[in-house]
Nanobody, 115 residues
Framework: QVQLVESGGGLVQAGGSLRLSCAVS????????MGWYRQAPGRQRELVAI???????NYADSVTGRFTISRDNAKNTAYLQMNSLKPEDTGVYYC?????????WGQGTQVTVSS
């Protein structure tokens, strides 16, 4: 079955950087889009960034210019490089993978940005 395993969250000071990874198994990764979402306490889950199978990207306005989504099809892995982090970036970050059969979510990784 399809599995997504995330890593890379943690605690960082404002202005710092983190890199999240999402490894996909059980599906032909290169054919499909990947997305990163986040959910802050008391708020709905929101889209952060998305990358198509061809490498086209889109970002939420709040992270444009600070975050970069990328993918390595040889490693079946997507990444989210987060720079210039702000306290409002705090939340649980989830990767999402959609293929022809279904949509799958990672387990989530906590990102905490202290001021």
């Amino acid at each position: 079955q399809v599995q997504l395993v995330e890593s890379g969250g943690g605690l960082v000071q404002a202005g710092g950087s983190l890199r999240l990874s999402c490894a996909v198994s059980g599906s032909i990764f290169s054919f499909n889009a990947m997305g990163w979402y986040r959910q802050a306490p008391g708020r709905q889950r929101e889209l952060v960034a998305i990358i198509s199978s061809g490498g086209s990207t889109n970002y939420a306005d709040s992270v444009t210019g600070r975050f970069t989504i990328s993918r390595d099809n040889a490693k079946n892995t997507a990444y989210l490089q987060m720079n210039s982090l702000k306290p409002e970036d705090t939340g649980v970050y989830y990767c999402r993978y959609t293929n022809a059969r279904d949509t799958y979510w990672g387990q989530g990784t906590q990102v905490t940005v202290s001021s």
